[in-house]
């Protein structure tokens, strides 16, 4: 008998198939009401980590993409930046010649206007020494003569003083 060998080893058999049945129906009631619904947690935790790391892979590739863009943004602030300022240097450039030539305009005509009054200054002075030179002649002929000239006469002896006289001809 076989089952003599089994129960010299310390196994009964009754006890075993008890135990062998309890742990199937166990093992069946398990399975049907815990490891169903964990496994449905574990599959749905599953995957929302697999949406998570592929949420966060999407929000890397855009952080990415962002800093590309930002950088890409900088360079061009950059460039234009540097255009504006090249501009400023320019009309900077150009309002400093137009304030050199304006001051060479101002000081031509500074030169101008003061050597028309040194010519004019000149002028009233010949004319001043002239009328100076002509009342001397008159004065100096009015003794000589004894006598007083009249207008006719005071021309005509002015007129040939000035044109006898070295004055004449430098002016």
Known sequence: MVFLGITDLGINLP?????????????FVLKAFVYKPILTILDERRERIREGLSAAERARSESAEASRAAADALDAARREGAGIVEQARIVGQRLQEEARQDAGRQAEALITRAQQEIQLERDAAIAE???EFADLTIRAAEKVIGQS????AHQRL??????????????
């Open 129 to 131: 020494l002239r009328r």
């Open 149 to 152: 000239l009249d207008a006719t």
């Open 15 to 27: 006890v075993l198939l008890g135990q062998t049945l309890s742990f199937l129906l166990l093992f």
């Open 158 to 171: 002015i007129q040939s003083a000035l044109e006898d006289s070295s004055f004449q001809s430098r002016n």
